[in-house]
C-alpha cells in the first residue's frame, strides 16, 4: 500500500508504519486488490466517528499498470458491500478540484447505487501547513424521499 501510494505521484505518502498500523485497526473498513498475489489497489477508509452510518474514504489508489479496468470501482463496491452489513447507509471522501479521475470515480459509484452525489467546500489550500490543494468534500448519501 505505501509503495503504492508513493508511485501513484498523486497521493499524500504517509509513512509504512501507518499504513501496518491502518491494517492492523481498520481493516474491517479497508480493502487491497491483488493480481496474481501481488497487491495492485487499495482503499483506507473509517466510519466517521461521529456518525457511524457513513463511510469515510481516506484514501484510493491503483497502481499505474492496472488502472483503466474498473479496479478502483469495483474496490469500493465491495467495501461499501461489506459495512452495509454493519449499518453503513453513506460514503465520503475528499477530492482534490484538479482530480478529475477520483471525481468521475466516485461519481460512477453514486450513480451505479442510486445514491446522491454531491461537493461541499471542506478543508482550502491555506489550512494545510504545507503545500497542498483544496480538499472538497464528496458525499454519496440516499436520496431523501417524502412519506
Ligand atoms: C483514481 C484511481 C484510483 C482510479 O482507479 P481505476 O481503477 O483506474 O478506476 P476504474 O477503472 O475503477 O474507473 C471508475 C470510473 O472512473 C472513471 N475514470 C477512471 N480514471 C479516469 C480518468 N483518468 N479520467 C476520467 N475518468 C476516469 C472510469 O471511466 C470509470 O467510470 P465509468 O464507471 O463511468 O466507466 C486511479 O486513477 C489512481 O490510483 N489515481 C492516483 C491516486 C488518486 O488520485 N487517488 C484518489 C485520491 S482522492
Known sequence: MWEIASDSKVLD????YAYVLWCHDFAATSIVATLDGRPVGFVTGYRRPTDP???MIWQVAVDDSCRGHGIAATMLHHLFDRVRRSGVVAMHTTISPDNVASQRLFSSV?????LRFERRDLFAAEQFADSHADEDLYLLEPELVEP
Open 53 to 55: 452510518s457513513t463511510l
Open 110 to 114: 453514486a450513480q451505479r447505487r442510486g
Open 13 to 16: 505518502v504517509n509513512s509504512s
